[in-house]
């Protein structure tokens, strides 16, 4: 069956320690997403991607960064820059860029930073 | 810039009653408008979308919401409602530019009891 896999499903980091989130999709679908979800505020874009080697910034880049080398992986990195990284983790991805390609989950990575 | 209030951030009912999840967005276009459900520890399912189309919408599970445009909302509703509809539910709505890039509410959880 296609999907997105997200790995590992829980991650436990010492505080100014980077981590790098996995997000494998077998779905052929050229964008990819990357969100944090917290509670009650809903899913924040952090980064997304239309097109292998090339991403953009979303609403809540700083402390991450991404890479798009393969168009089936998006990994994220968390770095120590992030002030606050503990959280839910959501890989998405959509077959187009446009309204009518609805996006495809992950079952996220739930970070804990201490 | 778009945004998304969903009234009420937890919500009970009882099985077989009413479900009644509001969505009001703000948006300098005219909107896509989703619904997402969610299940504990898992990724979002899309429930249904609105895109200029029908202003009642149906969905999967039961689900459908209405676009009103006069009072810029997109309310979920569902007649009688199942145990297995516990769970998150997220209101977004994206402005149709390219990277499909959406904008979510903070989310309302629904509790239903028997």
């Known amino acids: ?114 | 810039a778009q945004s998304v209030t969903q009234l009420g951030s937890h919500v009970s009912v009882s099985e077989g009653a009413l479900v009644l999840l509001r969505c009001n967005y703000s948006s300098s276009v005219p909107p896509y408008l989703f619904w997402y459900v969610q299940y504990p520890n898992q990724g979002l399912q899309l429930l249904l979308k609105y895109t200029s189309a029908a202003t009642l919408v149906k969905g999967i599970n039961g689900f459908e919401a209405e676009f009103k445009k006069s009072e810029t909302s997109f309310h979920l509703t569902k007649p009688s409602a199942h145990m297995s509809d516990a769970a998150e539910y997220f209101c977004a709505v994206s402005d149709g530019a390219a990277g499909n890039k959406l904008t979510f509410g903070g989310g309302t959880r629904v509790l239903v009891k028997p």
Not at chain 1, 47 to 64: H, L, M, P, R, T
């Open chain 1, 1 to 114: 069956d296609g999907g997105i896999t997200q790995s590992p499903k829980y991650l436990f980091r010492k505080e100014g320690q980077n981590v790098t989130l996995s997000c494998e999709q077998n779905l052929n679908h050229d964008a990819m997403y990357w969100y944090r979800q917290d509670p009650g505020q809903g899913l924040r874009l952090i980064y997304y991607s239309q097109i292998v080697n090339d991403f953009q910034k979303g609403d809540i880049a700083e402390g991450y960064s991404v890479s798009r080398e393969k168009k089936e992986s998006f990994p994220l990195t968390v770095t120590s820059a992030q002030k606050n990284p503990t959280a839910f983790y959501l890989c998405a991805s959509s077959a187009g860029t446009g309204f009518n390609s609805p996006l495809h989950f992950g079952n996220g990575t739930r970070l804990t930073v201490t």
